[in-house]
């Protein structure tokens, strides 16, 4: 069975304190680590793929990476605007995502 | 830019009537699903549909669930008879291809009463 455990469940920065938050996965054949934003009652608005160990991607002050067995979300310099819950989840093939749950972040000014 | 559409936003019903969650996908997808998430719980997979047909289904999707993408655009979940435990927030996802990233709608709050 697919697993995916996000930590911490919750993170209190100050805005430009950078920090990092952790997604540690088991999964049959992963096919793809996807990482989405949830704002509190809206849907998961995506942020990135990754494939493969040793990928990366970046967006403005975010940047996903991965290993065999889990994935970060660097968060540089944040601001309050950052602050939303951050969901990981994973897809094994042909498989629907199996997500998270969730590290809540807030960032105070 | 292209956006998943849920509608209705928040339904209200009472225990053991039926609901109709209705969802328009993003025109070029191909791989349609339907998630839930409990107050303060994670997302929970529901059902998958690909080329008319479920594809995938988790334990939770049990007889009161059904699906149908009845006209080529709509995409709709039916519970027959609502319980208290189905009230949640419903998201509908679609994607392109059965490995990309799947872009979810804003969700439909049902509260059973």
Avoid at chain 2, 81 to 105: I, P
Wanted: net charge negative; hydrophobic share 30%; charged share 25%.
């Amino acid at each position: 069975e697919d697993q995916v455990t996000q930590s911490p469940e919750a993170l209190r920065l100050q805005e430009g304190e950078s920090s990092s938050l952790n997604c540690s996965y088991t999964v049959s054949g992963l096919r793809g680590l996807f990482w989405y934003r949830q704002d509190p009652g809206k849907g998961p608005e995506f942020l990135f793929t990754l494939y493969s160990a040793g990928e990366e991607k970046e967006k403005e002050r975010l940047k996903a990476t991965l290993t065999k067995k889990e994935s970060f979300l660097h968060i540089t310099a944040p601001k309050p605007e950052d602050s939303a819950t951050y969901l990981c989840a994973v897809q094994a093939y042909r498989r629907a995502l199996t997500f998270g749950s969730g590290t809540r972040l807030q960032v105070q000014p | 830019e292209p956006e998943v559409t849920q509608t209705p936003s928040h339904q209200v019903t009472q225990m053991g009537q039926e609901v109709i969650l209705r969802c328009v996908p993003i025109s070029n997808h191909l791989y349609f699903y339907w998630y839930r998430q409990i107050l303060g719980q994670k997302v929970e997979f529901l059902v998958s549909f690909y080329n008319n047909e479920i594809s995938e289904k988790s334990e939770i999707f049990d007889d009161q669930f059904s699906v149908e993408r009845p006209d080529g655009s709509n995409f709709t979940l039916k519970i027959r008879s609502t319980k208290l435990e189905d009230s949640a927030m419903y998201f509908c996802a679609g994607r392109m291809g059965v490995n990309t990233e799947a872009f979810f709608g804003q969700g439909t709050r049902l509260t059973v009463v």
